[in-house]
């Protein structure tokens, strides 16, 4: 087998954090630049030609539209070489899963893309940034990657876009995905897909867009009454996603608020504010204008919905069938 070669593209995060202290939880993240991080690679030993370019260097809480269009231009750049085997980005956990999503939605599937992140800093007692990327190696240097669309590795744990999820604050195995769980299990010298690629030869789903419209997500709590929305719906606003309770639910006062925005032709998109949660149509959904998330949580809806009105669709319908197969 030749040694591949991989595109390294970083943006920051914990992967690249450094703290004072060993064992004190503070730290800095992004404070490794690519250059050090791949010469801490090299010392694993791994047969790869690394190429290395810093898009970034942030926590991802400060992942900006910005930044996302020079890390898009920057992985398009890569796909397109023919040299180029693989793409992996480095990122913070915090945001990484609408960062996957939003590429996902807008690169071809014809090679490997797979975004990586650490839990705990450089600098910190059991540092899983060097594990985590030898993984991340392995998955970008294997050719049946390709055809599955951006992926993301944690642990041992290989997770679609569509699906990937962060679930806790501590610990390494802080994803999962849903509905779907891992697609795959990776180590740095063994890989198990559970499954045939499912996007072979698709090209990207939508054109990549800097500017994308204004779509807030209203976050549903008990007592909530409809000035909330009032509150967080601008003259600049496209579109609402509903973090509703349970299956998208959320007080009668607010629903009513929200059914006369979408009776004015501005999409609203009900997901859920839980973690596992699977979102269906309602009987009313049909007369209130209302789109349902399915298994897509809020900040992947929100970027599914920027998406769709980007490229012009407002009409309920044709919304939710982009939401039923996203």
């Known amino acids: 087998m030749s040694i591949p070669n991989l595109t390294v593209l970083a943006t920051g995060g914990t992967i690249a954090g450094k703290a004072d202290s060993a064992t004190r939880h503070e730290y800095r993240p992004g404070q490794i630049g690519i250059e050090e991080f791949l010469g801490l690679v090299a010392d694993l030993g791994i047969a790869a030609n690394l190429t290395g370019e810093q898009v970034a260097a942030v926590g991802s809480e400060d992942m900006t539209p910005a930044i996302w269009h020079r890390l898009h231009g920057a992985i398009s750049a890569a796909i397109a070489d023919p040299e180029c085997n693989g793409v992996i980005v480095t990122h913070g956990t915090d945001t990484v899963e609408e960062t996957a999503f939003l ?17 705990r800093p450089a600098t910190a007692v059991g540092y899983d940034g060097l594990r985590n990327f030898a993984n991340a190696m392995r998955v970008a240097s294997d050719p049946h990657a390709a055809g599955r669309g ?10 679609a876009a569509r699906d990937v999820r962060k679930t806790r604050t501590r610990g390494t195995d802080a994803f999962q ?14 890989l198990d897909w559970f499954g045939a690629p499912w996007r072979t030869g698709e090209g990207a789903r939508f054109a990549f867009r800097a500017d994308l419209p204004d779509v807030p997500i209203l976050f549903v709590h008990a007592g909530m009454t409809p000035d909330y929305v009032e509150r967080l719906v601008t003259d600049h606003t496209r579109g609402v996603v509903v973090s509703g309770v ?10 009513q608020a929200l059914v006369a925005l979408a009776a004015r032709g501005m999409p609203v998109v009900r997901a859920s504010r839980v973690d596992e949660g699977l979102v269906d149509r309602e009987p009313e959904d049909d007369a209130n204008r209302f789109v349902a998330a399915r298994a897509l949580n809020p900040q ?19 919304i939710q069938r982009a939401f039923d197969n996203p």
């Open 177 to 190: 995905g849903f509905p779907r769980g891992s697609v795959g299990l990776v180590t740095p010298s063994s």
């Open 150 to 159: 951006v992926l993301v590795v944690m642990g041992e744990r290989v997770f």
């Open 300 to 318: 992947k809806a929100r970027i599914l919905l920027q998406m769709l009105i980007a490229a012009g669709e407002t009409d309920p319908a044709a």
């Open 103 to 119: 590429l996902d939605l807008t690169l071809p599937t014809t090679k490997p893309v797979v975004l990586v992140g650490a839990m």
């Open 246 to 255: 349970g299956e998208g639910n959320m007080p009668e006062p607010v629903r």
